[in-house]
C-alpha cells in the first residue's frame, strides 16, 4: 500500500511560538504594576519594570527571528505606532546547531522615558516573527504586517502605572530600582 508523502505542514513558514510555561509566575498575572518615583526617588532614579520571555520555539535553527515591542498600539494615534524605544532584538539562527528555542527576549518598560505622565493602564505587546516576514512598508499595521505566508506570535502585557508607594521604588521583581 503506497505511503503518503503529503507535508504533516503545507505552511512555508510556520510560526514562532512564545512558551508561556517559560515565563516566570510573577510575569503571568493580569495586570503588572509599576509605580512612579517616590519622594527619595530623586531624578535620575525610578521604577523599571522588567518583561521578560525566556523561551520562543522557531522549528528552523536557521531562521532570524526579530521581536518588537510595542506600548499602547493604536492605529488612530501614529506615534504609538512605531517600535517602542530599545524594544526590538534579533534572534539569530544558526547552522551550526539544531537549537530550535531561542531568548531570552527582554523589554524594560519605564513609562517616563516613554512620555507617559498618566497613572492609567497600558498594554505593552510583544510581536515576533521571522526577520525576513516583516513587511515595513505596510500600513494596516504598521511594522507588524507580516508578508504573505509568514506569521508572527503576539503576546501581551497589561501594566498599571500607579502613584508612588513609599519613599521608593520597591526592588522586587518584575520591578527594579534604577538610578543612572
Not at 501581551?156 to 543612572?180: A, D, S
Request: net charge negative.
Amino acid at each position: 500500500m503506497p505511503q503518503t508523502v503529503d507535508p504533516v505542514d503545507t505552511r512555508a513558514h510556520s510560526p514562532p511560538r512564545i512558551q508561556v510555561a517559560s515565563i516566570p509566575l510573577y510575569l503571568l498575572g493580569p495586570k503588572l504594576s509599576i509605580y512612579r518615583p517616590g519622594a527619595n526617588d530623586t531624578p535620575p532614579c525610578h521604577c523599571v519594570l522588567e518583561l521578560r520571555i525566556p523561551q520562543v520555539v522557531e522549528d528552523d535553527p536557521t531562521v532570524d527571528l526579530t521581536a518588537r515591542w510595542f506600548v499602547d498600539y493604536d492605529l488612530s494615534v501614529p506615534r504609538s505606532l512605531s517600535v517602542a524605544p530599545g524594544g526590538q532584538a534579533v534572534l539569530p539562527g544558526t547552522f551550526d546547531r539544531n537549537l530550535t528555542v531561542r531568548g531570552p527576549v527582554i523589554y524594560n518598560f519605564e513609562p517616563d522615558a516613554l512620555g507617559i505622565t498618566d497613572n492609567s493602564d497600558h498594554v505593552v505587546e510583544l510581536v515576533v516573527g521571522e526577520t525576513a516576514g516583516f513587511d515595513d512598508s505596510a500600513t494596516t499595521l504598521p511594522f507588524r504586517t507580516m508578508r504573505t505566508g509568514y506569521e508572527s506570535a503576539v503576546y501581551r502585557f497589561l501594566v498599571q502605572i500607579n502613584p508612588p508607594i513609599g519613599p521608593t521604588c520597591p526592588n522586587e521583581l518584575p520591578l527594579r530600582r534604577t538610578c543612572q
